[in-house]
């Protein structure tokens, strides 16, 4: 994924498209910080400083993850919604995400607020990307009823804590990178970083324990294969 000889800069910027793609997917993929990042392209010979690499995370993350949005298949008819708090700047806020039945992040929203309004403009810019699914589950949170009420009256609706875990176990990315960056400074900062972050997970976390080890490899290879080929596409 690192290649040194590769001479593809774009306008404005010293390194080529390979280091810079290889920071963002490094950033995202794993649990590191940004000074880790640098630290592990120094030891490949790159040397460049953290704020580089926020840069090119801002900037470049959001064009990666557009492409990845782009060439998803539709997800499965089942989709699971569910909204957790996030501290910003000591400011409740509330992080509202929907994964597929395959596990897969939909699409995420962070708002300031818990309600109705809020369940409505969420589920708005859901159905607008991907359509109505079959079935909408969801906790018991009375405003996502109200919500599909007005955009789906038609949509099977199941609401019931039990059989949304899957939607709840998806925070945990989310929790994780949270404690290693300490916490998130601004709604728009976290709707960007979590929008990236979420769609690198949609295609570099496969459902491993469902997969036999040779059809792993080649899961992870395809991967690879994709963020080259969005690494090549970026714009300056």
Do not use: C
Request: aromatic share 10%; no cysteine.
């Amino acid at each position: 994924m690192l290649n040194l000889d590769d001479f593809s800069r774009l306008k404005g910027h010293r390194f080529p498209r390979t280091v810079i793609g290889y920071a963002v997917w490094a950033y995202h993929r794993f649990a590191l910080s940004l000074r880790d990042v640098e630290d592990l392209l120094a030891e490949r010979g790159v040397v460049v400083s953290h704020e580089t690499i926020r840069a090119w995370v801002a900037k470049f993350g959001t064009q990666i993850a557009a492409k990845v949005r782009r060439d998803r298949p539709r997800p499965a008819d089942k989709w699971h919604l569910d909204e957790v708090v996030l501290k910003i700047n000591g400011t409740k806020h509330w992080l509202w995400r929907a994964i597929d039945a395959n596990g897969d992040v939909l699409d995420i929203l962070v708002q300031s607020r818990r309600d109705t309004v809020a369940a409505k403009r969420f589920m708005r810019k859901l159905f607008k990307h991907w359509g109505l699914p079959r079935v909408m589950v969801t906790d018991k949170l009375w405003s996502y009823s109200i919500a599909k009420a007005g955009l789906a009256p038609n949509l099977e609706h199941r609401r019931h804590k039990g059989i949304n875990n899957a939607a709840e176990a998806s925070h945990r990315h989310t929790r994780r990178r949270e404690k290693i960056m300490g916490r998130f400074k601004s709604r728009r900062q976290t709707q960007r970083f979590l929008s990236v972050h979420d769609q690198t997970a949609a295609i570099f976390r496969p459902r491993r324990h469902r997969l036999t080890a040779r059809s792993y490899r080649h899961a992870r290879q395809d991967a690879f294969d994709l963020w080259a080929g969005y690494t090549a596409e970026l714009s300056a």
